[in-house]
């Protein structure tokens, strides 16, 4: 019904208002509800954006009174545009005054009284838990500055309030120093679990083994005669390694004692030690020294035969080096001053009695010499001379010869340090020892030397040891004989706890009159690790030698099974 003196026209115009202003109040009541169901999203409803939604002029006009403020200066200055439209939304609300009052988010004073809402950014949840926990109690953390709205999403922080955050963080984390798990000091990243952990004893770790078991064998002395025996076996060994920042040292002990359980009757002991000491001098100078020594029953197929006797004499060898190596550019100099010491003792007759071997007795002195030329990190070859002289305790032997003689020996080689792939060194040079009687001739030969290390993959390994050895003789009418020796080893970690091993041995002794030695050795054993302190371990070996002198040819068929312990 139209109301008296109504137009249509002003009714149409009171209706359009009324509509927009319904539509204009649920639309704001849907905006806080949503906000308010969001807060844990956006956070709390601020009254920026109220006032944004119900003036949309309040920006214009603050934009407005911002342009009228540079003219008035007169001054070209850029106006300030923050990254995002909150911030301008909060400065809108502290220049016009707000519909449901003055309160200010950004005022302390006024916030304070207001009952505190969750952050709306995962930034300033975190910023408020690290206030909490650098101002722990009642302590009150430092107020923000008043030109800077924490609350506001998008604001840009002063370097004073990055440094005060950082400052913050920082006590936080000193108050709240992080805890490692319980687990971390258990040794589950060793690259093998098997391995032993050695004794720390002062500044080195030693680590002891002992290995205790049966060995059946086809031939229990080596020799052509030999007879078959089961022995028990006992070995005992000792490895030292320094942990110092500056110069290393290693040394190294063993002992075997190997006594028969039934068969043919044997009661063997030998043993040793040696240690080596490297110094790191200033200049690059190098010091190298050693020491060792060595204790066992001379072979029955050694090349000095000794007939009618009931054990062969023990030998005892004592040796010593001390050297200094200089690095200059890439020329690699050394100097090696070495001393072998030999010692025999006396040999039992099978009638009783003994025999002395006093006159066997020397002394081995030599200086080697070396120059080498790095090509490469990995490869450097050299040339090195040796010259010695060999002192016979007693002038002359029992046979009326003067066994004392002169040594020299050259060599050309190369050293090779691939990493962790291939290291080691290898020679080939000419060897000899002129013996001061000049009835007897001068022992000379190839001076073959080698000592390999090969890794082709992870818990494989391959070596590879060759030497050349004068050895001398009391035998009348000669000079004595060179032996060559070779060893190849290889071994293999199936699985953590399984490790196979296998090695290959040759070996050729030629004699100054023109007989000769062959020995030949195979050997493959196993070991399973039961725990990182037990395992069992057994190998098999077969040798055999063929000689041209007569009564020299044997071959020996040897099991072993024991266990292991180590620490």
């Known amino acids: 019904m139209l109301r008296t003196g109504e137009t249509v026209t002003a009714r149409t115009r009171r209706f359009r208002f009324s509509t927009a202003l319904g539509l204009s109040l649920i639309a704001l009541a849907g905006h806080a509800g949503a906000q308010e169901l969001e807060t844990g999203l956006r956070g709390p409803v601020l009254e920026s954006e109220i006032t944004a939604i119900l003036q949309p002029g309040a920006q214009v006009r603050a934009a407005d009174r911002a342009d009228r403020a540079r003219q008035s200066t007169g001054l070209p200055t850029p106006s300030y545009r923050p990254a995002t439209e909150s911030a301008t939304a909060g400065d809108t609300a502290r220049d016009d005054r707000s519909l449901f009052g003055t309160d200010d988010a950004s005022n302390p004073e006024t916030a304070s009284s207001r009952s505190t809402r969750r952050p709306s950014t995962a930034v300033q949840r975190a910023r408020q838990r690290s206030e909490r926990n650098a101002y722990p109690g009642d302590a009150t953390p430092p107020r923000p500055e008043q030109g800077v709205d924490p609350s506001a999403t998008g604001a840009i922080p002063s370097e004073e309030d990055e440094a005060g955050e950082r400052e913050a963080l920082r006590r936080a984390e000193a108050l709240n120093p992080r805890t490692g798990a319980i687990e971390s000091d258990y040794a589950a990243s060793d690259e093998d679990p098997y391995a ?44 030292a390694v320094s942990d110092w920042s500056r110069h290393a040292a290693t040394g190294e002990a063993y002992g075997i004692y190997r006594k028969s359980v039934s068969g043919e009757e044997t009661s063997e002991l030998e043993g040793g030690l040696n240690g080596t000491l490297r110094l790191d001098l200033a200049g690059d100078y190098t010091a190298l020294a050693s020491l060792g020594y060595a204790v066992r029953p001379e072979s029955a197929s050694a090349p000095v035969i000794i007939s009618g006797v009931e054990d062969q004499p023990l030998r005892h060898t004592i040796d010593g080096s001390l050297g200094l190596a200089k690095e200059l550019g890439r020329l690699r100099l050394s100097a090696m001053g070495s001393v072998t010491r030999e010692i025999y003792g006396d040999a039992d007759l099978t009638g009783g009695g003994t025999l002395s071997q006093k006159e066997r007795d020397a002394t081995l002195a030599a200086l080697r010499l070396r120059v080498g030329y790095q090509v490469s990190p990995a490869l450097t070859p050299f040339v090195e001379a040796e010259i010695g002289r060999r002192f016979y305790d007693l002038k002359q032997d029992s046979a009326g010869y003067e066994r004392s003689a002169n040594r020299y020996a050259a060599r050309a080689g190369v050293m090779l340090d691939i990493e962790e792939k291939l290291s080691g060194e290898a020679s080939l040079g000419w060897i000899s020892e002129d013996l001061d009687d000049d009835r007897l001739d001068t022992v000379s030969g190839l001076a073959l030397a080698a000592s390999l290390n090969w890794s082709p993959e992870r818990g494989t390994t391959v070596g590879l040891d060759g030497s050349t050895t004068i050895e001398g003789t009391t035998n009348a009418g000669e000079s004595g004989s060179i032996l060559y020796a070779a060893n190849l080893r290889l071994e293999r970690q199936i699985r953590a706890n399984l490790t196979a091993e296998a090695a290959a041995g040759a070996s050729w002794r030629e004699y100054n009159d023109g007989a000769h030695d062959l020995t030949l ?47």
Do not use: C, H, K
Not at 530 to 548: F, I, K, Q, V
């Open 196 to 239: 032993p952990l050695g004794l720390r004893l002062g500044t080195f770790t030693v680590t002891p083994t002992l290995e205790q078991g049966i060995r059946w064998t086809s031939n229990a002395n080596s020799s052509a005669n030999g007879r078959e025996a089961v022995l028990s076996e006992t070995t005992l060994r000792l490895r």
């Open 521 to 567: 050795s195979g050997q493959a054993g196993m070991t399973w690790w039961l725990n990182r302190t037990l395992g069992l371990t057994g190998r098999a070996r077969y040798e055999t030698r063929t000689s041209s002198l007569p009564g020299r040819d044997y071959d020996a068929t040897s099991v072993f099974l024991g266990m292991r312990m180590q620490r």
